[in-house]
């Protein structure tokens, strides 16, 4: 069964950094889009980030360029999400999903993955 689980949300100051986690298991981690998401409460679910797990490809929202960086460690099937200079409209739930590619590529439109993690919570107060 495949399982993904989200760690270290927590509450920051604006500015502040957070590293988020997510663990792949019962899972084939070859090439696959790993994808971040967050929704807020009454906002749609957004991506975030993304990348090929293969190559190492990844691609970004306007919205955390410059500032989220996506890694991952194949070693250890987890995905990485480096959050820097948060601001209060980062308050969201973050999820990771993934799903199997054959490209370069990684995806960030959430219709696109297959599986979901439970998601945490970051929080960024002023």
Known sequence: QVQLVESGGGSV?????LRLSCAAS???????SMGWFRQAPGKER????????????????DSVKG?????????KNTVYLQMNSLKPED???YYCAAVRVYGVGCLLNDNSYKYWGQGTQVTVSS
Request: hydrophobic residues 30%; contains cysteine.
């Open 26 to 32: 019962g899972y084939t981690y070859t090439t696959d």
């Open 91 to 93: 308050t969201a739930m």
């Open 13 to 17: 100051q604006v500015g502040g950094s």
């Open 46 to 61: 957004e991506g975030v980030a993304c990348i090929n797990t293969g190559v190492g490809r990844t691609y970004y929202a």
């Open 67 to 75: 500032r989220f960086t996506v890694s991952r460690d194949n070693a």
